[in-house]
């Protein structure tokens, strides 16, 4: 049990940077890792050992998706399968926008592509991790990370100006 509760504490950052872009802010995101952590330790039998991250991961998107189907206000998107396609977003605009700026604008996202983004780019888990987590199709990782990468470019795009600087 100890080993188990000393793994859980390393993922507590990790658990919190995700928490923050699903609940959009502070409060709930730590409502969001607490109940994460409650139900790790309850369901801590069920873990097969690997990829702790992952199955963390899974049960805050399932404890976030409970929240809002009580709310009543679940986002549904339609998505399609893309052929995985080479992507220099993140060297398009990382030299031209702060980071201050694209946190903004990743919570204009909805918080499935906030998530992609969050578990691809900031956590840099591979297609396969992410799939694991998310209990989803790599096919389906890589087409709503494309998404969430165009969606992303499209507002930053409107707050780069012609010189460069940002609006």
């Keep these: 049990m100890r080993d188990f509760e000393s793994q859980l504490r390393r993922e507590l950052p990790t658990l919190f940077r995700v928490a923050k872009r699903l609940a ?41 998706n409970t929240v809002l189907r009580r709310e009543g206000s679940r986002p549904t998107l339609v998505l399609e399968e893309h052929e995985s396609v080479v992507d220099p977003f993140w060297d398009e605009v990382s030299w031209r926008v702060d980071a201050e700026t694209i946190l903004r604008e990743l919570q204009n996202l909805s918080s499935e592509h906030r998530l992609i983004i969050q578990l691809c780019d900031v956590e840099e888990m591979s297609y396969e991790e992410a799939a694991a987590a998310l209990e989803i199709p790599l096919g389906t990782v890589r087409s709503r990370l494309f998404r969430a990468r165009a969606k992303l470019r499209d507002h930053l795009a409107g707050r780069i100006t012609v010189e460069g600087g940002v609006r």
């Design 24 to 64: 959009r802010n502070a409060e709930e995101a730590e409502d969001l890792v607490g109940q994460t952590l409650y139900s790790a330790c309850k369901a801590q039998k069920s873990f097969d050992g690997q990829y702790l991250r992952s199955w963390l991961i899974r049960i805050m998107r399932n404890e976030f």
